[in-house]
């Protein structure tokens, strides 16, 4: 499964380098990729082992809020 989380709070490859660390805890996360211009992460993930609730948890337990999903 691939999900855009589209994230607040981006603003310096710092916060990027700290959401990748997030998706990388991650046990199920295949691949991410996160774009501070576009204030989001594609993310691949094995949905039988993660939800859409997961990864934005996780994501907002390092300090931004994921506004979307699509």
Same mark, same amino acid.
């Given at each position: 499964?691939?999900?855009?989380?589209?994230? +607040?709070?981006?603003?310096?490859?710092?916060?990027?380098?700290?959401?990748?660390?997030?998706? %990388?805890?991650?046990? %199920?996360?295949?691949?991410?990729?996160?774009?501070? +211009?576009?204030?989001?992460?594609?993310?691949?993930?094995?949905?039988?082992?993660?939800?859409?609730?997961?990864?934005?948890?996780?994501?907002?337990?390092? %300090?931004?809020?994921?506004? +979307?999903?699509?």
């Amino acid at each position: 499964m691939k999900k855009v989380f589209y994230i +607040d709070g981006m603003t310096c490859m710092h916060c990027v380098g700290t959401v990748n660390r997030a998706l %990388g805890s991650l046990e %199920g996360v295949k691949s991410f990729d996160t774009k501070l +211009d576009k204030k989001y992460s594609e993310v691949e993930y094995d949905e039988t082992k993660l939800s859409e609730a997961d990864i934005k948890s996780a994501i907002e337990e390092w %300090g931004y809020k994921v506004v +979307d999903i699509k």
